[in-house]
């Protein structure tokens, strides 16, 4: 059974790029049939926080995520310091006293020796007697002991992979303060859970080499990674600094469709072109791990926008009716007013913003070389209400007077009835006009 799982801290809110890890996780286990964990790293305690966990939930929901059972690192310590007894009791854990600030000291000799900052393995030469007295000064922290080999992997976006663990410091797995960490959490939860596949970012490529020693080790199976590429800006910069403000929460505020995200970030990094879906089930039908690449990925919130519109477009009545409704919209009306805009709002918000130009009239715009034309023209329209007949009728009788014709005569008038140079055909826009425009 194919079992996938994402595994998101709840320190912060989820942002674009948790989302491409979980993405892709998803679409492995639903294209296969198999199952997917959502799991929650919650093991750091004093930054995990409640609402974090509830935001975690809600964002997967709107996305139209759905997963087959829930776990929660907090709640599996035993089953971490079982794993950590074995370790001690298999010789691969030891324990280590060196504070942050002579770690640092250490790595920065190392530099200056041109070596790699690896650590020296220093606690393993403590006596009993040494180890009891740094105890009584300071708690020691818990690290794995890696067996100084090449750990070889075939990724399924980079390839075959070769590490020399020798080149690798020894990962610390518990802290002082006993608090076990991601390494340990991840590789137990991996290995008694099933999980057969984990995608990932390719800043992960080192943490895969050393917990593939410790799945060997524990007795468990190891799954097929895949590093997926890093984000970066629309110019190639970097993205991390920004994740932040691309939350998921912040999209969905601004006004991002859930289809425009999904359907962007399953295509994007890949060779394939990126399509508009029209459900979870297409996105994880044309799904293919194999299509990704290594090279850095460029994501550009604004490329959501458009997709946004062309999902929106593409909608029926049925699920817009609740916006409609709240933008004020008559029920007699609603189903001509959907048509009429439909190819024309960004976003959900644009829909209140065409009801409130019929209801009470644009605020028109016209250049100042237009003003007599405009004025000449208004003066012939029809008073309300116009029906399918009035626009064509109208401007036919203005091209007759006035000599305009083309874009000089129909894009004035339709800034002057509208307040924009784009919008719906005008011909089905005069029928629901409510009022006429203001004179700016």
């Not at 280590?96 to 070596?115: A, S, V, Y």
């Not at 890093?230 to 969905?252: F, I, M, N, V, Y």
């Not at 690449?293 to 062309?310: I, M, Q, V, Y």
């Not at 016209?366 to 116009?386: G, S, T």
Request: proline share 5%; charged share 25%.
């Amino acid at each position: 059974m194919t079992t996938t799982r994402f595994a998101p801290s709840p320190t912060g809110y989820l942002h674009i790029g948790n989302l491409r890890a979980a993405l892709m996780n998803y679409a492995i286990a639903r294209k296969a049939g198999g199952t997917f964990i959502l799991r929650i790293d919650d093991t750091d305690q004093e930054r995990s926080k409640q609402e974090y966990i509830d935001g975690i939930f809600a964002d997967l929901e709107w996305l139209g995520f759905t997963w087959d059972r829930v776990e929660y690192q907090s709640k599996r310590l035993d089953r971490y310091a079982a794993a950590a007894e074995k370790f001690r009791g298999m010789g691969r854990f030891y324990e280590c006293f060196e504070t942050p600030t002579e770690l640092d000291l250490k790595r920065k000799k190392q530099l200056n020796m041109g070596k790699p900052p690896v650590y020296d393995r220093a606690a393993l030469g403590l006596s009993g007697e040494e180890k009891d007295k740094l105890r009584a000064e300071r708690p020691g922290h818990w690290r794995f002991l890696l067996d100084q080999e090449r750990i070889e992997w075939v990724d399924g976006i980079l390839g075959a992979i070769s590490i020399d663990a020798a080149s690798v410091s020894d990962p610390v797995l518990i802290r002082g303060d006993g608090q076990v960490l991601y390494t340990l959490a991840s590789v137990i939860d991996d290995a008694e859970m099933g999980v057969t596949h984990v995608v990932r970012g390719s800043d992960h490529v080192t943490n895969t080499a050393t917990q593939i020693q410790m799945i060997d080790a524990f007795g468990g199976k190891v799954p097929e990674f895949a590093h997926h590429s890093l984000l970066t800006g629309p110019q190639g910069e970097a993205l991390s600094k920004r994740l932040g403000t691309l939350s998921l929460r912040d999209l969905r505020a601004n006004g991002i469709e859930p289809m425009a995200i999904l359907s962007h970030m399953a295509r994007l990094g890949s060779s394939q072109p990126v399509e508009l879906r029209s459900s979870m089930d297409e996105i994880v039908e044309g799904f293919d791990i194999g299509h990704f690449g290594a090279a850095p990925t460029k994501f550009d919130e604004a490329d959501l926008l458009p997709l946004t519109a062309r999902h929106l477009g593409s909608l029926p009545l049925g699920a817009v009716a609740a916006d409609i409704a709240a933008a004020g919209v008559p029920d007699a009306l609603a189903a001509d007013f959907w048509a009429l805009i439909h190819e024309n709002v960004e976003t959900r918000a644009a829909i209140a913003g065409w009801w409130e130009i019929l209801r009470d009239g644009a605020v028109a715009e016209v250049d100042e070389a237009d003003r007599e034309f405009i004025a000449e023209a208004m003066a012939m329209l029809p008073p309300l209400p116009f029906d399918d007949a009035t626009w064509g009728t109208w401007t036919a009788a203005v091209k007759d007077k006035t000599g305009r014709k083309g874009k000089g005569l129909f894009m004035p008038l339709r800034k002057a009835l509208t307040g924009k140079a784009r919008g719906p055909e005008m011909a089905q826009f005069l029928p629901l006009m409510q009022a006429l425009p203001k004179q700016g």
